[in-house]
């Protein structure tokens, strides 16, 4: 055990002069020290943008003695450290995590408020950082932001793309994308690095080692750099701050001074544009691997740009490479990342000398891998010419790996061509592909899926082999979960507030289990009033929202029925917007005394479809016909609405989540394989409507059958009902009948618009088992309804709910990973007054 160093045995450096100060006169002085000194203002004359950057910059001081003391420490502890490697980081803001991390939110709003702004307005300034598609980014900066609060030593990496991911605008219903240009005004929250940069080489051809026969030079002048920027990470109530270091794609040709100097100014720094490329937009695909040489080249970059990163940290330990397990950990985000398995090794054999058998130990026993999905169009294959043109020695090593995978699985089931035609790491099709969810399997130590059952489905469908090849164990589940910094204490300041009564301080923030505590309040009516007033308050500010991202007026006293989640035909928001239809069909048959007892409800709609994805699109344009119509029918008033809001984003999700009452998790059972807002909603004290899928099956067992609406098939149904439908023609019910007939009878515009997707069911097999599920989909939305006009009993199940949700923490999942896949134990930083 290294000796912890003290402030005091002078192995550490003093800090204690630059102390933060919660002091209102200091922070106001190093405000306004960054708008004269930093952006050329004064204090007379400045506008919320300025006073934005000024204070975050101004705060960012305060991260960074942090930072570097966190480095520092690890490194002379000489702890091991996780890295966290995903090509997605989906962060949101950070100016407000960062105050309520440090503390120091009140001191900043009276600093603010002295200057004549509103803290709220200056937050509403900053720009998403959104380098991430969906839930698996999320999920990364999650974890990023447990590991710091939890203090351990852990690092993402990622790519810093110039482009995020697409803005959406909808335009006459229709999705349209604009590119997020978020770099165009100053980032408080990254710091270039210039003297971290490696140089990446592509395609070129290998020299054999005449010494010895696995050893290869690797030769080529296609050689791009990768210069890294650091994001903090700040964790809440510890001295610990984390990081992300994303790498940006620079060219290392030099200026071309025979071009400049004959005049081709363009050319002289021609590399440079193609350099830059590199690492110029976010790939807006979740769930579809497009399988693009670009994206190839993305990935190689980041990877081999941070397995050079963490060798040269490693090396500086001065210890064997034989020690790398010991000291590093690295989890692979899904297949993205998966070329660092060959770039280790090639560094290792081809660089360091090492015999393949021991570079084969240190990578499989540094590496993990996580997977996301089995959706079978988002499985990571590439073409191997493709692979053997950019990466040429990748190539060979894969085919090393495989060639000696294949031998040992010869041995243990002797002539069984079958299982090794069937366990290739290369696909026998033509071109040749390299699986890359094998290769990740079998260079990683453990592999795991993100809930219970999404971790048995992949043992028993694409792992099923390897389970038996390489043992059971390997194959672990590691539930998701949730930041409840973010997804409460920032998101949800009424119902933080009414946490911290129950529990006496703001423990909880970093220890959900505390919120057990509101079982004991089930029946106090007065704190029962002001559970529900803070809903209530939530959902007067999302009508706010709405009405100022779409125009339309909702009232806040209705239900509030949201599905919010990227657009994809697995997700279903098509049985959501055909069970409205129905909904309105239902209600223009009613008289309007009839019309007015019933339950008022606003539905709700956000999410992006991938570019290319044209049924997602015609999916929005579907929703948004609908809600046109509906929302101008005079009949129908408040008692129906429908809204899209367009853009959906991690700060749009900080508004949409605490004000739902009913959120839709309603995948065909099998598919999703964990969701991660279905968490947040349900901490939020909002309860779910889906089906037996994902981590909505462990959130109905924890917080109780009575708290959770399910229906539809259940995961080992649906091959059945797939295979029948493949030769039978579905039968719609008459509810799912009637809305057909309705958009046929052009109530929502041109119908031809919609008829693909009515015969994506009717004629396309029904994949995703619409016209399966949609009577027990009706069905749990009349219990819906039911349960809610008992108003006692709804606040019941939205307390109970909230007071059992600590399982769903990411703090939990980080420990679990910690403990069992990483094997790293959490070094608080000495607390020194910072
Ligand atoms: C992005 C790029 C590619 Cl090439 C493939 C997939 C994705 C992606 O965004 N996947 C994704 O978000 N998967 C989701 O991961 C979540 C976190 O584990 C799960 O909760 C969710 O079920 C899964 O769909």
Same mark, same amino acid.
């Given at each position: 055990?290294?000796?912890?160093?003290?402030?005091?045995?002078?192995?550490?450096?003093?800090?204690?002069?630059?102390?933060?100060?919660?002091? /209102?006169?200091?922070?106001?002085?190093?405000?306004?020290?960054?708008?004269?000194?930093?952006?050329?203002?004064?204090?007379?004359?400045?506008?919320?943008?300025?006073?934005?950057?000024?204070?975050?910059?101004?705060?960012?001081?305060?991260?960074?003695?942090?930072?570097?003391?966190?480095?520092?420490?690890?490194?002379?502890?000489?702890?091991?450290?996780?890295?966290?490697?995903? *090509?997605?980081?989906?962060?949101?803001?950070?100016?407000?995590?960062?105050?309520?991390?440090?503390?120091?939110?009140?001191?900043?709003?009276?600093?603010?408020?002295?200057?004549?702004?509103?803290?709220?307005?200056?937050?509403?300034?900053?720009?998403? @950082?959104?380098?991430?598609?969906?839930?698996?980014?999320?999920?990364?900066?999650?974890?990023?932001?447990?590991?710091?609060?939890?203090?351990?030593?852990?690092?993402?990496?990622?790519?810093?793309?110039?482009?995020?991911?697409?803005?959406?605008?909808?335009?006459?219903?229709?999705?349209?994308?604009?590119?997020?240009?978020?770099?165009?005004?100053?980032?408080?929250?990254?710091?270039?690095?210039?003297?971290?940069?490696?140089?990446?080489?592509?395609?070129?051809?290998?020299?054999?080692?005449?010494?010895?026969?696995?050893?290869?030079?690797?030769?080529?002048?296609?050689?791009?750099?990768?210069?890294?920027?650091?994001?903090?990470?700040?964790?809440?109530?510890?001295?610990? +701050?984390?990081?992300?270091?994303?790498?940006?794609?620079?060219?290392?040709?030099?200026?071309?001074?025979?071009?400049?100097?004959?005049?081709?100014?363009?050319?002289?720094?021609?590399?440079?544009?193609?350099?830059?490329?590199?690492?110029?937009? *976010?790939?807006?695909?979740?769930?579809?691997?497009?399988?693009?040489?670009?994206?190839?080249?993305?990935?190689?970059?980041?990877?081999?740009?941070?397995?050079?990163?963490? =060798?040269?940290?490693?090396?500086?330990?001065?210890?064997? =490479?034989?020690?790398?397990?010991?000291? @590093?950990?690295?989890?692979?985000?899904?297949?993205?990342? $998966?070329?660092?398995?060959?770039? =280790?090794?090639?560094?290792?054999?081809?660089?360091?000398?090492?015999?393949?058998?021991?570079?084969?130990?240190?990578?499989?026993?540094?590496?993990?891998?996580?997977?996301?999905?089995?959706?079978?169009?988002?499985?990571?294959?590439?073409?191997?010419?493709?692979?053997?043109?950019?990466?040429?020695?990748?190539?060979?090593?894969?085919?090393?790996?495989?060639?000696?995978?294949?031998?040992?699985?010869?041995?243990?089931?002797?002539?069984?061509?079958?299982?090794?035609?069937?366990?290739?790491?290369?696909?026998?099709?033509?071109?040749?592909?390299?699986?890359?969810?094998?290769?990740?399997?079998?260079?990683?130590?453990?592999?795991?899926?993100?809930?219970?059952?999404?971790?048995?489905?992949?043992?028993?469908?694409?792992?099923?082999?390897?389970?038996?090849?390489?043992?059971?164990?390997?194959?672990?589940?590691? $539930?998701?979960?949730?930041?409840?910094?973010?997804?409460?204490?920032?998101?949800?300041?009424?119902?933080?507030?009414?946490?911290?009564?129950?529990?006496?301080?703001?423990?909880?923030?970093?220890?959900?289990?505390?919120?057990?505590?509101?079982?004991?309040?089930?029946?106090?009516?007065?704190?029962?009033?002001?559970?529900? @007033?803070?809903?209530?308050?939530?959902?007067?500010?999302?009508?706010?929202?709405?009405?100022?991202?779409?125009?339309?007026? /909702?009232?806040?006293?209705?239900?509030?029925?949201?599905?919010?989640?990227?657009?994809?035909?697995?997700?279903?928001?098509?049985?959501?917007?055909?069970?409205?239809?129905?909904?309105?069909?239902?209600?223009?048959?009613?008289?309007?005394?009839?019309?007015?007892?019933?339950?008022?409800?606003?539905?709700?709609?956000?999410?992006?479809?991938?570019?290319?994805?044209?049924?997602?699109?015609?999916?929005?344009?579907?929703?948004?016909?609908?809600?046109?119509?509906?929302?101008?029918?005079?009949?129908?008033?408040?008692?129906?609405?429908?809204?899209?809001?367009?853009?959906?984003?991690?700060?749009?999700?900080?508004?949409?989540?605490?004000?739902?009452?009913?959120?839709?998790?309603?995948? $065909?059972?099998?598919?999703? @394989?964990?969701?991660?807002?279905?968490?947040?909603?349900?901490?939020?004290?909002?309860?779910? =409507?889906?089906?037996?899928?994902?981590?909505?099956?462990?959130?109905?067992?924890? +917080?109780?059958?009575?708290?959770?609406?399910?229906?539809?098939?259940?995961?080992?149904?649906?091959?059945?009902?797939?295979?029948? *439908?493949?030769?039978?023609?579905?039968?719609?019910?008459?509810?799912?009948?009637?809305?057909?007939?309705?958009?046929?009878?052009?109530?929502?515009?041109?119908?031809?618009?919609?008829?693909?997707?009515?015969?994506?069911?009717?004629?396309?097999?029904?994949?995703?088992?619409?016209? /399966?599920?949609?009577?027990?989909?009706?069905?749990?939305?009349?219990?819906?309804?039911?349960?809610?006009?008992?108003?006692?009993?709804? +606040?019941?199940?939205?307390?109970?709910?909230?007071?059992?949700?600590?399982?769903?923490?990411?703090?939990?999942?980080?420990?679990?990973?910690?403990?069992?896949?990483?094997?790293?134990?959490?070094?608080?930083?000495?607390?020194?007054?910072?």
């Amino acid at each position: 055990q290294p000796k912890t160093p003290t402030r005091d045995d002078g192995e550490f450096r003093d800090y204690s002069h630059s102390e933060i100060s919660r002091d /209102v006169a200091t922070i106001k002085n190093s405000v306004v020290m960054h708008l004269t000194a930093t952006f050329l203002r004064t204090p007379a004359n400045i506008d919320s943008g300025q006073a934005y950057l000024a204070s975050a910059f101004s705060v960012r001081d305060r991260l960074l003695q942090r930072w570097n003391l966190t480095n520092e420490y690890h490194d002379k502890i000489g702890a091991k450290r996780v890295y966290y490697m995903s *090509l997605e980081f989906l962060i949101g803001r950070t100016f407000d995590n960062a105050l309520l991390a440090l503390g120091l939110r009140e001191e900043y709003s009276k600093v603010l408020g002295d200057v004549g702004f509103c803290l709220e307005d200056i937050i509403d300034e900053e720009r998403d @950082a959104a380098l991430g598609n969906g839930g698996l980014g999320r999920l990364a900066a999650c974890y990023v932001d447990s590991m710091a609060c939890s203090n351990y030593p852990g690092w993402g990496y990622g790519l810093r793309y110039k482009y995020g991911m697409f803005q959406q605008q909808i335009l006459n219903g229709y999705q349209v994308e604009a590119p997020d240009c978020w770099l165009d005004s100053p980032n408080p929250w990254e710091f270039p690095r210039p003297d971290v940069t490696y140089p990446v080489k592509f395609y070129g051809h290998l020299v054999r080692d005449p010494q010895s026969e696995h050893r290869f030079k690797w030769e080529s002048n296609v050689v791009y750099d990768a210069m890294a920027f650091d994001v903090p990470v700040p964790g809440y109530g510890t001295t610990n +701050v984390g990081n992300i270091r994303l790498w940006s794609c620079k060219t290392n040709t030099l200026f071309d001074l025979n071009k400049f100097n004959s005049g081709d100014y363009q050319g002289a720094t021609g590399g440079q544009v193609a350099a830059q490329i590199l690492t110029d937009v *976010l790939y807006p695909n979740d769930n579809t691997s497009e399988g693009k040489e670009l994206r190839l080249r993305q990935e190689y970059l980041f990877c081999s740009a941070t397995m050079q990163d963490i =060798l040269a940290r490693f090396r500086k330990t001065n210890r064997p =490479l034989s020690d790398l397990p010991d000291m @590093a950990a690295i989890q692979l985000n899904d297949t993205h990342p $998966t070329l660092a398995v060959p770039e =280790l090794l090639r560094i290792l054999i081809d660089d360091e000398g090492l015999s393949w058998d021991e570079a084969w130990e240190i990578t499989t026993r540094t590496f993990a891998f996580t997977n996301h999905t089995i959706l079978p169009e988002a499985m990571e294959k590439w073409p191997v010419p493709m692979l053997d043109k950019i990466l040429p020695r990748h190539m060979g090593i894969i085919y090393d790996i495989n060639l000696f995978f294949l031998q040992t699985v010869e041995k243990q089931f002797p002539g069984d061509r079958e299982l090794l035609r069937k366990i290739s790491i290369i696909e026998e099709s033509n071109p040749q592909q390299v699986r890359m969810a094998f290769l990740a399997c079998v260079g990683s130590h453990k592999v795991n899926g993100v809930a219970a059952i999404h971790s048995d489905i992949i043992k028993q469908t694409i792992f099923k082999d390897f389970v038996r090849i390489q043992g059971e164990a390997k194959f672990i589940n590691k $539930t998701n979960g949730v930041s409840p910094r973010r997804w409460m204490n920032e998101c949800n300041p009424d119902m933080s507030a009414l946490l911290t009564e129950v529990v006496g301080d703001r423990s909880w923030v970093n220890d959900l289990t505390k919120l057990n505590q509101l079982e004991d309040r089930i029946s106090d009516a007065g704190f029962r009033e002001r559970w529900w @007033a803070a809903k209530q308050k939530n959902k007067e500010r999302l009508a706010e929202y709405i009405l100022t991202t779409t125009g339309i007026k /909702v009232s806040a006293h209705a239900l509030f029925d949201v599905q919010v989640k990227r657009i994809h035909e697995y997700k279903r928001q098509l049985m959501n917007i055909f069970s409205v239809i129905y909904r309105y069909y239902q209600l223009k048959q009613m008289s309007p005394e009839q019309r007015e007892q019933e339950l008022h409800r606003v539905v709700i709609f956000a999410g992006k479809a991938a570019s290319g994805y044209w049924v997602a699109k015609q999916v929005i344009k579907l929703i948004n016909s609908v809600a046109e119509v509906i929302n101008a029918d005079d009949e129908i008033g408040d008692v129906l609405k429908v809204v899209f809001i367009p853009d959906y984003s991690v700060t749009a999700a900080e508004y949409i989540i605490p004000a739902s009452d009913i959120s839709q998790h309603i995948s $065909t059972a099998g598919t999703e @394989a964990s969701g991660t807002s279905n968490m947040k909603f349900v901490l939020n004290g909002g309860i779910i =409507l889906g089906t037996v899928d994902g981590a909505n099956i462990e959130i109905g067992e924890e +917080v109780g059958e009575e708290q959770i609406f399910f229906f539809g098939c259940l995961a080992h149904e649906v091959e059945d009902f797939r295979h029948y *439908l493949r030769f039978n023609q579905p039968k719609p019910d008459a509810a799912l009948q009637t809305a057909f007939d309705m958009i046929q009878r052009n109530t929502f515009g041109d119908a031809q618009l919609f008829q693909p997707l009515i015969d994506a069911i009717m004629r396309g097999g029904d994949v995703y088992l619409l016209s /399966v599920d949609f009577p027990s989909y009706i069905q749990a939305h009349k219990a819906v309804e039911e349960a809610y006009r008992n108003h006692d009993e709804w +606040v019941t199940k939205s307390i109970l709910s909230v007071a059992r949700m600590s399982k769903f923490s990411s703090d939990r999942s980080i420990q679990e990973y910690a403990e069992e896949v990483w094997n790293i134990e959490p070094q608080p930083v000495l607390n020194c007054g910072l």
